[in-house]
Each structure stands twice: as C-alpha cells, then as structure tokens.
C-alpha cells in the first residue's frame, strides 16, 4: 500500500485553474496505476482521470476530457492533474489512488485502489 498525499486544491472562479498534486511513497510508484477519484456532496466516488506506467497512457471521464491533464513524474514519485475551464460541476473533494501492477480489471472504479490520498478540496464559483 502507498501513502499519498494530495495537495493543491482551492476555490476559483467558473473557468478558472488549478493543478492537483499528489506525492506518493515507496520505490515501485513508476509501475503503479495512478488515478483521480471526486466526490461531491452526498454523491459517490467518480473517476476523474487515470495514468497507467507508461506515461502517455491516460485516459479521462467524457465530462472533463479537454479539459483535465493527468501526468506523473516517476522520478519525483508524483502524479498530477491539471484542470482548466473549470465549471461549478467540477466541485467535489478530489483523492488520488494507486493500484498495483498485477491489478487486471476496470481502473474506472474504485475497487481498483488500494492506496487513497486524504483528500484536497475544489470548488468553483460561479
């Protein structure tokens, strides 16, 4: 299991930005699965954004593609995710996840994770 720490999270204004981090511990981050969960009040955990190991391989829910960019920087063991033209939509309480390697199924839900960060807060006004 990872431990994770997010950071970066704020208030902004309807189309505005922010970048995400998320620091991880242990030598084997650059071979885990690295994904972006929300959750807004009284609302389940959504997948935002996901990086297998490799670093161009990303994939994004449809509401935020065009939007959002995960990426990860394995030599600084941190995975982050950069949100432009955020909408009112996008507030919710943002967590990274790990999965390990041997990991086979759906990275879309949160089943997939063993390692969660705390949490770090996002709200856009509009």
């Known amino acids: 299991q990872m431990q994770l720490v997010e950071s970066g999270g704020g208030l902004v204004q309807t189309g505005g930005s922010l970048t995400l981090s998320c620091v991880a511990s242990g030598r084997t981050f650059s071979t885990y699965t690295v994904a972006w969960f929300r959750q807004g009040p009284g609302t389940e955990y959504e997948f935002v954004a996901v990086?297998?190991?490799?670093?161009?391989?990303?994939n994004y829910r449809d509401s935020v593609k065009g939007r959002f960019t995960i990426s990860r920087d394995n030599a600084k063991n941190t995975v982050y995710l950069q949100m432009n033209s955020l909408k009112p939509e996008d507030t919710a309480v943002y967590y990274c996840?790990?999965?390990?390697?041997?990991?086979?199924?759906?990275?879309?839900?949160?089943?997939?994770?063993?390692?969660w960060g705390q949490g770090t807060q996002v709200t856009v006004s509009s």
């Open positions: 996840a790990a999965s390990p390697p041997y990991y086979g199924g759906d990275y879309y839900t949160p089943i997939a994770y063993d390692s």
């Open positions: 990086t297998r190991p490799r670093t161009d391989n990303t």
